[in-house]
């Protein structure tokens, strides 16, 4: 198999028997499942820097990724700047990724609900009890970490630099 075939194989919807049937191998194995989500526009170290700290907090390592549609609802009509797949094998390509899944809510909470995560991360810019599916992470066991991000790294930030802004 191609390295660029095991980066595909690393993407996922949370309909998709691959997808549960790989949480559940996790799970029977006593791995620790870390989730975090996001639009993940345009990749940028302040993301690399993010991503590594989470996959430190345990064995497996998720990320829930915005479609496009629930990105321009989110963010506007001029994002997303790259198409989900795009945004999906970029992730997908990093070592410290083990799964991309998609979802098209406004927020992830279906998506958490499903994969019963031990370790739900987002950045230090929320608080715990603010974060989706905070509820479901308690109610199972798991914890709620919250990451400081890298200061000067955001995609808005390098977009208004690209538009000169």
């Known amino acids: 198999m191609s390295k660029l075939e095991i980066t595909r194989k690393k993407i ?34 302040g993301h690399i820097d993010y ?28 994002r997303p700047i790259q198409d989900e797949i795009s945004r999906a094998m970029v992730l997908a390509s990093l070592g410290v990724v083990d799964a991309v899944v998609f979802f098209g809510e406004e927020t992830p909470y279906n998506l958490i609900k499903v994969t019963q995560p031990d370790i739900l991360v987002k950045g230090a810019d929320y608080k715990p009890e603010d974060i989706v599916g905070y509820d479901i992470v308690k109610n199972t066991g798991g914890e709620i970490v919250t990451i400081e991000y890298l200061e000067g790294y955001s995609t808005t930030t390098i977009e208004k630099k690209i538009l000169g802004k």
Do not use: Q, W
């Open 12 to 45: 996922y919807t949370y309909t998709d028997a691959e997808y549960h049937r790989m949480l559940t191998i996790c799970r029977f194995l006593g791995k620790k499942i870390v989730f975090t989500n996001g639009c993940f526009d345009i990749l940028h170290l």
């Open 51 to 78: 991503l590594s700290k989470a996959k430190d907090l345990g064995d497996l390592l998720i990320i829930g990724l915005n479609t496009d549609l629930s990105v321009s609802t989110i963010k506007g009509k001029n």
